[in-house]
């Protein structure tokens, strides 16, 4: 049962006069005079009060607002700080009817400076403040810690005021909030606005046969612009951080095939003794060449290698690895190579010599 039925009284029957035709006299007084108490009783029932329901207490208002950041006394803050009590109040107007109430607020958040210059205006009997009006309060404050010279600042920040890294709504929001302290022309703002953008944008801008002489206009087809600036720089970083695709063509056969690659064949050893066929290594040709030993010497000798970098079908006169000396041209023709020979001997007495023979594949 809801909360209205059950406090609504329920009505009685209403008393039937019953029957009395076949009665006789003493019963119908008997029947009167009943049905008389019935009426009465029903009567009775509804003279009585009707309880009435406990009035619902409205819900305190509330704010929709943040409380304002506390305020220290910084001079870079104070428009801020008046800002968010002024929106405070205007939120919620029932807690804030009077002056007063408005000054306690604000004054509740000061901090440091601020507390100090804020303590002498405050009763600390009953809490009352000697400021005779929130207007009163706003100009006390403000010649204590606001920007004497507004006009000045806003004009110093707006020339320093660049687009640097940031978008270029970014940028107009602070451009904004600097630009409405001055008195400036729409074409003194577009002006102004453009001398901080970026490189990029400023660029772009060349190539605006007609811009609009608005400047929100202005300002709408600048973010335009740099939002394109930055999304081709995205694609250029994503393209270069991508990996290499393979540049080889297509093969005319199959379809989509391409030629497989075959690996080049591994370089010869090099060698640094002489103990291998192979060039000698000379990565380092500023450093004297190693002496070879008598083993190498033999090795080379004996399987028709050349002495100066172990390798055959030449002999050292003609070694390609052999650096030209000074003084001699890169066409002069070069000596004919005497052939090495071979010396036994036994017991400190030579027997004989023998001359090396060229190898058959040689081109000497």
């Known amino acids: 049962m809801s909360q209205a039925g059950a406090n609504t009284p329920v009505s009685p ?24 108490i019935q009426m009465s009783a029903y009567y009775t ?11 619902v207490a409205a819900p305190a208002p509330r704010a ?7 305020y220290s006394g910084n001079r870079a803050d104070y428009e801020d700080y008046l800002m968010q009590c002024q929106l405070r109040f205007a939120s919620c107007p029932q807690l804030y009817q009077t002056d ?10 000061l901090r440091n400076q601020a507390k100090k210059w804020f303590r002498p205006h405050v009763n600390t009997n009953n809490g009352e403040v000697d400021f005779p009006s929130w207007p009163a309060f706003v100009t006390a404050l403000g010649a204590a810690f606001d920007d004497p010279d507004h006009i000045a600042t806003a004009e110093h920040k707006l ?18 909030a600097l630009a409405t ?16 953008l970026s490189k990029e944008v400023r660029q772009l801008l060349t190539t605006q046969v007609s811009p609009p002489t608005d400047f929100d206009d202005y300002v709408n087809m600048v973010i335009r612009l740099d939002n394109n600036v930055r999304l081709l720089k995205q694609e250029e970083e994503l393209a270069s951080s991508s990996p290499a695709v393979s540049k080889n063509p297509p093969s005319s056969k199959g379809s989509g095939s391409t030629k497989p690659v075959t690996p080049a064949p591994p370089k010869p050893p090099t060698t640094a003794v002489g103990t291998q066929p192979g060039p000698m290594d000379t990565s ?17 000798r004996d399987n028709n290698l050349c002495s100066y970098c172990g390798g055959d079908g030449h002999y050292a006169a003609t070694c390609p690895k052999k650096p030209t000396p000074k003084g001699s041209s890169a066409g ?5 190579q005497t052939p090495e020979t071979t010396t036994v001997s036994a017991g400190g007495v030579r027997l004989y010599s023998v001359a090396a023979q060229p190898p058959l594949n040689s081109s000497n």
Do not use: C, W
């Not at 929709?64 to 506390?70: L, R, S, V």
């Not at 890294?165 to 940028?171: E, F, G, I, L, V």
């Open 100 to 109: 007063q109430q408005k000054i306690a607020f604000a004054g509740s958040f």
């Open 332 to 336: 002069t023709k070069p000596a004919p």
């Open 45 to 55: 029932a509804f003279s009585r009060p009707v309880p009435v329901p406990a009035p």
């Open 13 to 36: 029957p209403m008393p039937q006069l019953p029957d009395m035709s076949q009665m006789t006299s003493g019963q119908q007084a008997q029947a009167l005079a009943a049905f008389g």
């Open 181 to 196: 302290v001055l008195d400036l022309t729409p074409r003194a703002k577009i002006s102004q606005f453009r001398e901080g």
């Open 284 to 300: 380092n040709s500023r450093r004297q060449p190693r002496r070879l030993t008598e083993a190498e010497k033999k090795y080379r």
């Open 159 to 176: 020339k320093k005021l660049k687009q640097g890294r940031d978008t270029a709504s970014a940028y107009h929001a602070q451009f904004v």
């Open 64 to 70: 929709m607002t943040a409380d304002p950041q506390e």
